[in-house]
């Protein structure tokens, strides 16, 4: 058990230094304009036209850093610092969003197996912390109750993994879009990738923390039963 803590507390950690380099690659670059002066929605309406996309939107959400695409309704939603901004941060982030528009369109598996398991996710993750804390508390009496709350930890540990070549291959999409399309050049290429990388590092993290609180519980059940 003080190996989990030890791995628990070593994800956290990595988890924090990866969070503040992502804040500070987007503060870096949101400071370097990209040569043309595209702002992030100009650059999303190209993308999605240059990938033949015409019945998606490109509009405006509060916050910072809560850029994302909703395949519900089918708009590519940018924080107000990438939807206004002409940085290369912002061509990044806003060129990635459109990555996943162009999964949608184009029907990329990993994105049709993520979005297939959102409900049952967002079940789980409205009840899987009650019952786990019931579980272990009963675990002498009702083990089945904490085997029922791994269940539906697995769900989401599952849905942190298939999220990975989602966003590393809307990346891709995007780094490569931004080349051809001619928004980035010898000197702000590198930068657009590095930019997206940071994100990417969020995911892996995530993931990994993911499974290792996945296996504890694992390791509490079998503990329970051994002693049953």
């Not at 992502?22 to 999303?44: C, H, V, W």
């Not at 967002?122 to 786990?132: E, G, Q, Y």
């Not at 993931?207 to 519980?217: F, K, Q, R």
Request: net charge positive.
């Amino acid at each position: 058990m003080a190996v989990y803590w030890i791995i628990f507390i070593g994800i956290a950690v990595l988890s924090w230094l990866v969070s503040y380099r992502l804040q500070s690659k987007f503060e870096k670059y949101s400071k370097i304009p990209i040569p043309n002066g595209m702002t992030g929605r100009d650059i999303a309406e190209k993308m999605l036209r240059d990938n033949g996309i015409y019945d998606v939107k490109v509009i405006s959400t509060p916050g910072h850093l809560t850029d994302h695409y909703n395949p519900a309704n089918q708009t590519v939603n940018l924080s107000e610092s990438v939807y206004a901004s002409n940085s290369i941060a912002a061509a990044a982030v806003a060129a990635h969003e459109c990555g996943h528009a162009v999964q949608h369109a184009t029907a990329y598996a990993p994105l049709k197996m993520r979005s297939a398991l959102v409900p049952i996710v967002s079940f789980s993750s409205n009840i899987m912390t009650w019952v786990l804390l019931g579980g272990m508390l009963l675990i002498n009496v009702f083990p089945q109750l904490l085997l029922f709350g791994i269940i539906l930890f697995a769900t989401t540990t599952l849905f942190s993994f298939i999220t990975l070549p989602v966003e590393i291959n809307a990346s891709q999409r995007a780094v490569a879009w931004l080349s051809n399309a001619g928004i980035t050049n010898a000197a702000t290429y590198d930068k657009a990738v590095d930019a997206l990388r940071s994100a990417a590092y969020t995911y892996v993290v995530a993931a990994v923390g993911s499974l290792a609180t996945l296996l504890y519980y694992i390791m509490i059940f079998m503990g329970g039963r051994n002693r049953n």
